[in-house]
């Protein structure tokens, strides 16, 4: 494929890393297409993809670098920032600096500030928000495979027939994915199994869905073991020869009977018994675990209970059968490669192997390299309150949103005496506490790779210009390392010559004896980088075979140092240090036959694609593992409950994750209209028998409270929910939301192995949140400095939505409606309906022919049709009939309200659908595509109209 099909890059978004073609317009707008031939999705992308050329813009960038709220020159930060982890450094020793990192970096940002803190700087003080992911996931991966290695690719899920989703909403998480699984259900009848305490979107696919207490994976998994030997379903033979450690984990398993398990779990016995027959039955299995799994005090005792299952039938190693750990960042895994994790050193070695330090203190002529693990994110937050860090950098990453206790993270954050924050976003919570800011390239402006959950190694290639003063965060560390006196060492031209240096540090003395291994690419140059093809690890080739070049002919650009891009002298350029590409080859990379992994073999047919085979590479097939025995290990997995303990006082146990069209704390995918149509206000789902308890009705706010803060959201009522919990999502932050950080209300208590925290099993209580009056608005500017009680703002085509709510009522409606619809503008004429009897007020401004705002106030909820509010701010022209209308909040009889947008790709609302399947007879999702084209496209929606399909039939039967 030629440029003409655009340039060839991967999505910034979840850990499926798909291909995306992006192709620049003259206007400077991008426009964004799936790659057909990318072996992640062959020609999909999810809503999120889809929309990414509507998060390119530069509102909202940071383009400069500033120090103590100043714009600065870049020396001037660089020089700052170099000199006050010096002193750091010198005054209080290594351990008192941090680097807080990002599975948004790039593998060869990652290597960079990995290497200057645990080579350089002399502490493994770095840890990545990937700790709260997918730690457990790898330490599980480690006491059992002796690695950490992820076992199963996703050709697995397509050839298997039965599919265990544990912990993962992978319909809105994994997209595509789930799309994958979805079609190979429909053409090979595969068995779904969704284990969740939610009845999440994924369900929809799901043959049995367990409802599973919060915490109790183990319990569940523990039983399947015990079933699995008792039942005869034991593969001795593989156990006798590749596993040891089958004795202990039993006997701990058998410890619990299935009433232990019934009641631990809260399933019902024919139903746990019905998940055990068919996995002891089903030959082919694949166990897909996600966040629901890691994010847990038992993390990585539930994933090792998992993997337990799998070792004691042989399911691993095969086509259709692995554990498998889907990683939630798109680069989680090449955090983890580049030893990102504080208790890692680089290329997947052990900081507390001599052997190993000794490779990378060699290899990178390292003046010290730490001989202890560095602190895990829950503990370098902690050792910042504790004013034992004196300076922090974090790279790419929102804690003050997104980290446990998050309250207390803002807090010890404001404390610290020096910290400095790399982003592409000018104002986000953590922004707002640093005392120096670095412009990084963003997405589109960046070079480098990404490794997605199937250890598939992607280019990210730049098809924009640097914007502003933006510099990618290779480039940053790499200037404060030389600033520090280490020049030789960051010697980079660019990102070819880093991943070179990385795949030279993963063969060094490797021989076969480590997982990661990428020495193919040891002698990589730019040509070769630029035109880079997906491919998964290990590749221990000796030379870079043609047939792992990429088939496109110059969509690969090579990417140039950003300084030469400016016609700049760079800096780097000219060092001969030890990091330099092809000055030092030092130890000598060694490869050898790649002892295990095998092509999966599976040819399969992919919509979109072709016939055609994504070249998985299917490890420990030949039964050997990366333990000093070549054994997988059982491992010992005794079930603990969540460390919370409800009460009380906080009776509840509260889930977080994600929505479908967001990611992370909406600093790209805020930026769309289209994705923030679909979910807008944030919410807490209940039961509505836990809702009728404390008189909560639908959609009215709720305050939920745990010891360590608070939130007010939506109250979303629902079946889906088990009763005694609560799930909130975690996308939304003080920037967009009055009170809505999840992460303030979560504990920080962390799983003993992994560090991972427990982000999904808090203790908490919900209340009615007592707001005397609501209401919902629609803007053409973006609101600012807005004071009431309540309040959140989204993005719309033309301008803004927004939902807002109070205690007390203004005194005066009309004061009140003119200072936000109005503020500072002359000419605007308003519009105005009251009825104070019954607590109506309505105003719309219009600013000439067209409408500046609308505001609808009720004392309760409002019901107006918000999706068609917001469209009239795109209207050139609103008639002096249709202004009645406008006050009115719907459209009248002759313009249909679409309600809240389902299909975010054609913009096809609630209202919409159910009308074709109510009147229009669309009784299928594929009936409802082929009437309104929802579904048709990405494809992210299609569980929620089979939902509504299946809600309107029993609404038929009822
Ligand atoms: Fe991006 Fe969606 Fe693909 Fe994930 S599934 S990588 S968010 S397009």
């Known amino acids: 494929m030629g440029q003409s099909a655009g340039v060839r890059t991967t999505c910034p978004y979840c850990g499926v890393g798909c291909g995306v073609l992006a192709k620049p317009q003259p206007d400077g707008s991008v426009t964004i297409k799936a790659d057909p031939a990318h072996p992640a999705n062959f020609g999909r992308l999810c809503s999120k993809g889809t929309a990414l050329g509507e998060t390119l813009g530069l509102e909202g960038r940071l383009l400069h670098p500033h120090v103590d709220g100043r714009r600065s020159s870049w020396d001037e930060a660089l020089s700052l920032v170099a000199q006050r982890f010096h002193s750091a450094v010198a005054r209080h020793g290594p351990d008192s600096v941090a680097f807080y990192v990002s599975g948004q970096l790039l593998t060869e940002d990652y290597y960079a500030a990995n290497k200057l803190m645990k080579g350089f700087l002399g502490s493994a003080n770095i840890d990545t928000n990937s700790r709260l992911c997918m730690a457990s996931a790898v330490a599980a991966h480690k006491r059992a495979f002796g690695a950490d290695t992820v076992p199963g690719c996703y050709e697995d899920l397509e050839v298997a027939d039965l599919v265990v989703v544990v912990g993962s909403n992978m319909a809105w998480c994994h997209p595509v994915l789930f799309q994958r699984l ?3 259900r429909e053409r090979n ?4 199994v969704v ?10 696919i799901a043959d049995l869905h367990l409802a599973i207490a919060p915490g109790s994976d183990v319990a569940l998994f523990s039983g399947l073991l015990a079933h699995l030997a008792d039942s005869g379903q034991l593969d001795e033979a593989f156990i006798a020869a590749h596993t040891s450690g089958l004795d202990a984990a039993l006997a701990e398993a058998r410890s619990l009977s299935r009433d232990d398990i019934a009641r631990l779990t809260g399933l019902d016995a024919a139903d746990i018994a019905a998940f055990y027959e068919l996995f002891a039955a089903t030959e082919r299995t694949v166990t897909a675990f996600s966040q629901g799994v890691n994010q847990s005090t038992a993390g990585t005792d539930k994933a090792n209970a998992i993997i337990n299952c799998h070792l004691a039938t042989g399911r691993i190693g095969k086509p259709g059968a692995a554990p498998f750990s889907i990683t939630g960042q798109p680069n989680a895994m090449g955090g983890r490669e580049v030893g990102g994790l504080a208790n ?6 052990e900081i507390g192997d001599e052997a190993h330090r000794s490779i990378v203190r060699d290899f990178w002529r390292a003046p010290g390299i730490p001989e202890q693990p560095g602190l895990k994110a829950v503990d370098l937050f902690r050792a910042v309150a504790e004013g034992r860090i004196k300076a922090l950098w974090i790279m790419a990453t929102n804690p003050v949103v997104s980290m446990p206790e998050a309250d207390a993270v803002a807090t010890a954050i404001a404390a610290c005496p020096f910290v400095v924050v790399s982003d592409v976003v000018r104002d986000t919570d953590t922004t707002r506490l640093a005392d120096v800011l670095l412009p990084a390239a963003a997405w589109g ?3 480098g790779t990404v490794t997605n959950s199937e250890r598939r190694i992607s280019r990210q290639r730049a098809f924009r210009p640097l914007p502003g003063e933006a510099r990618p965060d290779w480039w940053i560390v790499a200037e404060v390392a030389r600033r520090m006196g280490f020049a030789d060492a960051f010697a980079w031209r660019g990102p070819a010559d880093i991943f070179a240096e990385h795949a030279r540090l993963s063969a060094a003395g490797n021989g076969g004896t480590r997982d990661f291994d990428i020495g193919a690419y040891a002698d990589i140059d730019d040509e070769g980088f630029a035109a880079l093809a997906p491919f998964q690890w290990p590749a221990r080739q000796p030379s870079l075979s043609p047939s792992l070049r990429g088939e496109g002919e110059g969509e690969g650009q090579r990417q140039t140092h950003p300084d030469e891009a400016r016609g700049l002298p760079s800096p780097l350029r000219g060092g001969d240090g030890g990091g330099g590409r092809k000055k030092d080859r030092s130890p000598s990379p060694t490869p050898t036959p790649d002892p295990s992994p095998r092509p999966c073999g599976a040819w399969l047919r992919h919509e979109g694609g072709g016939e055609g085979c994504g070249g998985a590479v299917q490890l420990f097939s030949d039964g050997r593992f990366f333990t000093p025995d070549g054994k997988a290990r059982f491992v010992v997995t005794p079930f603990r409950a969540p460390a919370s303990t409800a009460s009380a006082e906080y009776p509840l146990v509260l889930n977080t994750g994600r929505v479908r069209d967001q990611w992370h704390t909406m600093t790209r995918t805020g930026l769309s209209p289209r994705l923030n149509a679909h979910l807008s206000e944030p919410f807490v789902e209940i039961h509505p028998d836990d809702a009728a308890d404390r008189g909560i009705a639908d959609a009215d706010l709720a305050e939920v409270t745990t010891t360590h803060g608070r939130v007010v959201v939506r109250a979303l ?16 932050n003080a920037t967009n939301a009055s009170l809505a950080r999840v992460g303030a209300l979560v504990c920080g208590a962390t799983d003993p192995v992994s560090g991972q925290p427990e982000m999904k099993a808090s203790v908490a209580r919900i209340a009615r949140f007592e707001a005397s009056w609501h209401a919902f608005a629609v803007l053409d500017r973006e609101p ?6 309540y309040w959140v703002k989204a993005r719309a085509k033309g301008g803004w939505r927004l939902e807002l709510a109070g205690v007390a009522a203004p005194e005066d409606w009309t004061h009140f409606a003119r200072g936000l619809l109005a503020a500072g503008r002359d000419g605007i004429e308003l519009l105005a309906y009251h009825d104070a009897a019954s607590g109506r007020y309505r ?7 067209r409408l500046a705002g609308a505001i609808f106030i009720a004392r309760e909820p409002v019901a107006v049709s918000r999706a068609w509010a917001a469209s009239q701010l795109c209207e050139p022209e609103i008639e002096p009939r249709r202004r009645l209308q406008l006050l009115a909040g719907r459209p009248g009889a002759e313009t249909k309200d679409a309600g809240a947008i389902v299909c975010a790709c054609f913009e096809v609302g609630l209202n919409t659908i159910i009308e074709a399947v109510t009147s229009g007879g669309c009784l299928s999702v594929e009936a409802v595509g082929a009437a309104l084209k929802a579904g048709t496209n990405c494809g992210s929606c299609r569980s929620e109209i089979a939902r509504i399909i299946a809600d309107r039939r029993l609404v038929k039967a009822g």
């Open 784 to 789: 600012s400095g807005i004071e009431t009680d």
């Open 189 to 192: 009848g595969t068995q779904v």
């Open 445 to 447: 402006e960046k070079d």
């Open 182 to 184: 979805a079609a190979a």
């Open 717 to 732: 009522l629902t079946t889906r929910q088990r009763r005694g919990a609560l799930f909130v999502p975690m996308h939304w």
């Open 843 to 849: 105003f719309a401004a219009f600013d000439g022919d």
């Open 344 to 349: 890692m050193l680089a290329a997947h070695m």
């Open 195 to 204: 284990i969740d305490p939610r009845r999440t979107a994924t369900c929809e």
